[in-house]
C-alpha cells in the first residue's frame, strides 16, 4: 500500500491549495478515505473525510467553507481542495486509507503566511 500526496506549498493568507493523493496497493474504490494535518506542537487533526464512492463528505467546522475533499476512483486518487487558506491552517497534511489497520501517507507541508 502506498500514498503519495502532492501539491503543498507557500501560499499566502487568502490563498488556494489542492492537495491530492495518489493511492496503489489496494482497491481504493472499496475504501473511505481522510485527510488529517498536524500543525507544530498540536496533535493530528481530522480535516476532512469521504466514504468509498464519494456521496457522503465532511469536513471539519475549522475549515467548514473554506476546504472540499472529493475522489477520483478511475484516478485513484483523493483531493483536498483548499480555499480562503489562513495562517492557522499552516501544517503538515496527510491523507489517510480506512483500509486494514490504516495506512497514512508521507505527509506534506502546507505554509500560509505573507
Known amino acids: 500500500v502506498q500514498l503519495v500526496e502532492s501539491g503543498g506549498g507557500l501560499v499566502q493568507p487568502g490563498g488556494s491549495l489542492r492537495l491530492s493523493c495518489a493511492a496503489s496497493g489496494f482497491t481504493f474504490s472499496n475504501y473511505a478515505m481522510r485527510w488529517y494535518r498536524q500543525a507544530p506542537g498540536k496533535e493530528r487533526e481530522l480535516v476532512a473525510a469521504?466514504?468509498?464512492?464519494?456521496?457522503?463528505?465532511n469536513v471539519a467546522d475549522s475549515v467548514k467553507g473554506r476546504f472540499t475533499i472529493s475522489r477520483d476512483n478511475a484516478k485513484d486518487t483523493v483531493y483536498l481542495q483548499m480555499n480562503s487558506l489562513k495562517p492557522e491552517d499552516t501544517a503538515v497534511y496527510y491523507c489517510h486509507a480506512r483500509y486494514g489497520a490504516g495506512y497514512w501517507g508521507q505527509g506534506i507541508q502546507v505554509t500560509v503566511s505573507s
Open positions: 469521504i466514504s468509498s464512492g464519494g456521496r457522503s463528505a
